[in-house]
């Protein structure tokens, strides 16, 4: 599954996949029917305050980041991350849609690095695990 950032501005386009839209407020100037969205999964946005806080502070990226991860492992958000999740297994291609103008810095950033970290291994197989094993190995040798 590839997931794909796009601006809401931009013209829909049939390889985008499923589109979800992941921020709190509808786009300005957008009409509905021409987003040609798949899911609008609101309560997956940073909260209004930290919305504000951010945009206020556009050079707090690591701490925006660290903040809506905390916001997002909340009760409150689940139901809809896990929604997020599911139509991710669903599909062979995702878009989450945003309105930002940064488009390096903003919450559809933070949603696709998880979603990308939907692949990767459940059990970490790096260099301790390796040492591990090896040292498994060795004692079992003698």
């Keep these: 599954m590839s997931v ?3 601006r809401a501005y931009e013209k829909p386009s049939p390889s ?11 786009p300005r100037g957008l009409k509905k029917e021409g987003a040609r969205l798949d899911a609008w999964l609101r ?6 305050e930290l919305r504000r806080w951010f945009h206020a502070r ?8 660290m903040k809506y991860l905390e916001e997002l492992s909340q009760p409150e ?19 989450l849609v945003f309105s ?5 810095h903003n919450n559809a950033v933070v949603l696709k690095e998880l979603l990308d970290g939907m692949r990767k291994p ?13 040292v498994r190995l060795r004692r079992s040798v003698k």
Aim: proline share 9%.
């Design 16 to 26: 985008d996949g499923a589109r979800i839209l992941v921020d709190r407020l509808w």
């Design 100 to 104: 930002s103008k940064n488009q390096e």
């Design 43 to 48: 309560d997956l946005a940073p909260s209004n």
């Design 58 to 65: 556009p050079a707090l990226w690591p701490q925006f980041r």
């Design 4 to 6: 794909i950032l796009k």
């Design 122 to 134: 459940p059990h970490s197989s790096g260099p301790e695990k390796a040492a591990s094993g090896a």
């Design 77 to 95: 958000a689940a139901p809809a991350l896990a929604q997020l999740y599911d139509l991710a297994r669903g599909s062979k291609k995702l878009t």
